[in-house]
Nanobody, 114 residues
Framework: QVQLVESGGGLVQPGGSLRLSCAASGSVLSTNAMGWYRQAPGKQRELVALIRSGGNTNYADSVKGRFTISTNNAKNTVFLQMNSLKPEDTAVYYC????????WGQGTQVIVSS
């Protein structure tokens, strides 16, 4: 199983930027995909961005052009660079890791407000 530790959330004004990080430890070999989901109050959890082992990425339509997912060279940390943030990006962001099992982080709060 993979243990995930997220960081980088916080309060930011509309138009601002944040960078989320998710450090993985444990069984990170044979990772198939890693990414970020988010859940806003009263809404279902939704995919934000995903990066597969081969480097292919997927983004939610609502974040395309504003968010960028990436990993470090060791492939044990995944980042989410969030630019041009909007109030509707406010949510708890969860790191997601897929190898033999699905693993989830504890979540980090992002609040976009003036």
């Amino acid at each position: 199983q993979v243990q995930l530790v997220e960081s980088g959330g916080g309060l930011v004004q509309p138009g601002g930027s944040l960078r989320l990080s998710c450090a993985a430890s444990g069984s990170v070999l044979s990772t198939n995909a890693m990414g970020w989901y988010r859940q806003a109050p009263g809404k279902q959890r939704e995919l934000v961005a995903l990066i597969r082992s081969g480097g292919n990425t997927n983004y939610a339509d609502s974040v395309k052009g504003r968010f960028t997912i990436s990993t470090n060279n060791a492939k044990n940390t995944v980042f989410l660079q969030m630019n041009s943030l909007k109030p509707e990006d406010t949510a708890v962001y969860y790191c997601y890791w897929l190898n033999y099992l699905e693993s989830w982080g504890q979540g980090t709060q992002v609040i976009v407000s003036s």
